[in-house]
Structures are given as C-alpha cells and as structure tokens.
C-alpha cells in the first residue's frame, strides 16, 4: 500500500465508521517509526497521522484506525484524547461493535 491507498483507508473509515465527521485536511502517509503509528497535532491545528511503513495490511489498517480515534478525540474535546482514557477505550469499542474491525479479526 502507498500513501495514495493509506489516505484513501482514511477516507473510507471515516464514511463507515465516523460519520464522515473526522477533518479531511489531516495529512496522512507511512513513515519509518519506532512504534506502529503516531498522531500529532500542532499547534496551528493541523494534524498528521504516521503509520509505520511495511506492515501487513491489517497491522496498517488498525494501527490507522487507532490514530482516527485520537483525531475523534481531539475533534470532541476529550479531556484524554493524546492518551488512551476510558473515552479512547470506549471508542474503541464502539468501532469493534460496529464491526469496524470484522475484516481482519
Ligand atoms: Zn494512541
């Protein structure tokens, strides 16, 4: 997958998971990191999702779908949203039951 197919993940996830509610200006591409994936958010309010380069399609796809969480997050004023609070978990979930993650558990 390129950083064509990764933003194109983004932007179906976004359809079927998130109520097409997550901004479409966050940057979205692979990066040599060391962990799965990273979610920064600077200070003029742009965004950039990282995922780590070379993972299997599926490792690429949660790890994805984890960083939407945090742009959910930060969309909604978590309190929690750089960290993994009980808002993070319960969107987690909530993707899980929606079957957000059927295709690859
Ligand atoms: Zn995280």
Redesign the pocket.
Request: hydrophobic share 35%; aromatic share 22%.
């Given at each position: 997958m390129k950083n064509k197919g990764l933003r194109r993940r983004y932007d179906v996830f976004n359809w079927n998971w998130f109520d097409w509610a997550l901004p479409d200006g966050v940057e979205v591409r692979f990066a040599k990191l060391k962990t799965a994936?990273l979610?920064t958010l600077y200070e003029d309010g742009s965004q950039l999702i990282e995922v780590q380069e070379g993972m299997p399609e599926f490792a690429t796809c949660i790890t994805l779908m984890?960083?939407m969480?945090?742009v959910k997050g930060n969309l909604r004023g978590w309190e929690d949203h750089t960290?993994?609070g009980p808002r993070?978990l319960k969107e987690r979930k909530r993707l899980l039951h929606a079957g957000a993650f059927d295709d690859w558990i």
């Open positions: 994936g979610w984890h960083e969480i945090h960290k993994h993070f």
